[in-house]
């Protein structure tokens, strides 16, 4: 996967590591969809989570990708800014995306473009601020 | 002739967020064609206490005892992939009766929420009976727990580096008297509701799961399972000490509501027999292994999975070598499935949503975190 990847993306390849089964990965914003669907064609189909970190000098979205077959995991990260980030969503290759960029929203703010349905899912409609940020 | 005469429409229906078939609080938001469940709309988030947010103002010990609360049907799940994440992050080696004792916990656990869950979707389908039944074995493993740890609940068994203490004496012979007992008690489940006809008119093919869809959705688990998926975090990368006991990893292709609930009886005659060899092959030697009191992880990330009750739940970890998490994240089985519930309900009867949310055995307390 490692090979595929670094021949796919090339230079958007901004780091990649191999640590046990887990392949952690940081790509561009633009690159996030392809990446995943590549994942998705390559045995990669269970989308087991979407989540973020706040670094304090940037967001980091955490997608863990998994072949269910052979227990290797792919780690996607991306680099956003830490307020008025927009990110294309992954909604389109895989369902669970749908809700768990919700969280991603409703917690660290968090904008997902061309995502369906992008409303807060935790907290109420009238919350103001996004509470997992530093 | 009359049906063309007639206008009819949609309507919008609330149930809860204080339905007894939701099992906590949540809200379903049904769009009604006369009896059929044209959509369905989960709202969640009656129930969020933020404990994501909380874990990175404590210590990581002292975080501990707040996993229990996420599944509180089965508290040593939770705190089996906080602290899998915590000391993969530490390098921490766990002495082999700590991983015994862990598997016992563990297995204990998935038996007394398998146990709620055959209790609860026997009485929301109106046998009310089996309630009981279930409840007076759940009991028992209660017991286990007490005698043990001193809490029957939120247990905290697990400690970074093992388990908090060894187990009492007399904690193996009642073991194995459960161990004995309760797959009597199973058949007698079986006789009382698995062939009983009405109970199979209300889930034989009802609520129907493609495993295409359940894979889509990240389902794992009984809800997986059921869709004659055969995925267990248990066999895909085994923790603790399940490399050395002998399961099966239960199926069933049919994708329904009957499905799921068969996995789950299966499951439980599965934990008997890990909980039997665990206690049969118990090594001895220290339950914990040496870990200063102040807990300062180097920095990097972990992420700890287990196969819980209701499927994956796992734990990131992000650690910058302080006393206290950047972030710790909690993946919640539930919150998937009810993700894909819409998917399971469209073009059932209203009287089947009650059917097919017991099926998915949700507990808010993880979908809310």
């Not at chain 2, 603790?240 to 239960?250: L, M, S, T």
Request: proline share 6%; hydrophobic share 40%.
């Amino acid at each position: 996967m490692m090979e595929l990847l670094q021949k796919e993306l090339g230079e958007a390849l901004q780091a990649c590591e191999q640590v046990g089964k887990e392949l952690r990965i940081r790509v561009t914003p633009q690159q996030l969809v392809p990446v995943t669907r590549l994942c998705k064609q390559h045995g990669y189909t269970y989308p087991c989570d979407i989540t973020a970190v706040d670094m304090r000098t940037e967001l980091v979205l955490v997608y863990r990708l998994i072949a269910p077959d052979s227990g290797e995991q792919v780690v996607v990260k991306v680099g956003a800014p830490r307020s008025g980030a927009r990110i294309p969503t992954v909604s389109g290759v895989y369902g669970a995306a749908e809700w768990l960029e919700r969280e991603v929203y409703d917690l660290f703010g968090v904008r997902f473009e061309g995502h369906p349905d992008l409303r807060r899912i935790l907290l109420t409609d009238d919350w103001e601020g996004h509470p997992l940020l530093k | 002739m009359l049906q063309s005469s007639v206008r009819t429409e949609q309507v919008t229906l609330n149930m809860g967020p204080q339905h007894p078939s939701t099992h906590g609080v949540l809200r379903l938001e049904l769009v009604l064609d006369g009896e059929v469940v044209v959509d369905a709309r989960p709202v969640i988030g009656y129930l969020h206490r933020g404990v994501e947010k909380i874990g990175e103002a404590r210590t990581y010990p002292q975080f501990l005892p707040y996993t229990d609360r996420i599944d509180y049907l089965s508290a040593a799940s939770n705190n089996g992939a906080y602290v899998q994440a915590v000391e993969k992050l530490m390098g921490v080696e766990v002495p082999d009766r700590a991983k015994y004792l862990r598997v016992i916990a563990l297995e204990l656990n998935r038996i007394a929420s398998h146990l709620v869950f055959i209790a609860t979707f026997a009485n929301d389908l109106a046998a009310t009976t089996v309630f009981l039944y279930a409840i007076r074995e759940r009991e028992l493993i209660m017991d286990l727990f007490e005698m043990w740890v001193g809490a029957r609940l939120t247990q905290s068994t697990f400690r970074i580096g093992g388990v908090t203490e060894d187990i009492p004496e007399e904690f193996l012979p009642k073991a194995r008297e459960f161990c004995a007992l309760l797959p009597k008690r199973l058949e007698e489940y079986d006789r009382l509701l698995t062939g009983n006809r009405i109970f199979e008119a209300r889930t034989r093919g009802v609520g129907i799961l493609p495993p295409e869809v359940a894979w889509d959705y990240a389902c794992s688990g009984p809800t997986l399972r059921g869709s004659g998926v055969s995925f267990d975090v248990r066999r895909a990368e085994p923790y603790e000490a399940y490399d050395q006991v002998d399961f099966e990893v239960v199926t069933h292709p049919a994708c329904d509501c009957l499905g799921r609930y068969l996995v789950r009886m299966g499951e439980m005659r599965e934990s008997v027999r890990i909980i039997a060899q665990c206690v049969d092959r118990l090594p001895q030697g220290e339950v914990r292994a040496k870990v200063g009191r102040v807990v300062k992880p180097p920095a990097g990330e972990a992420y700890g999975r287990v196969e819980s009750p209701r499927g994956e739940f796992g734990c990131y970890v992000v650690s910058d070598g302080g006393t206290s998490p950047v972030r710790v994240r909690l993946r919640a089985p539930s919150f998937f499935h009810l993700a894909a519930l819409p998917q399971m309900l469209r073009g059932w009867k209203m009287g089947d949503v009650v059917a097919i949310l017991g099926s998915i055995d949700i507990v808010l307390g993880e979908v809310d975190r």
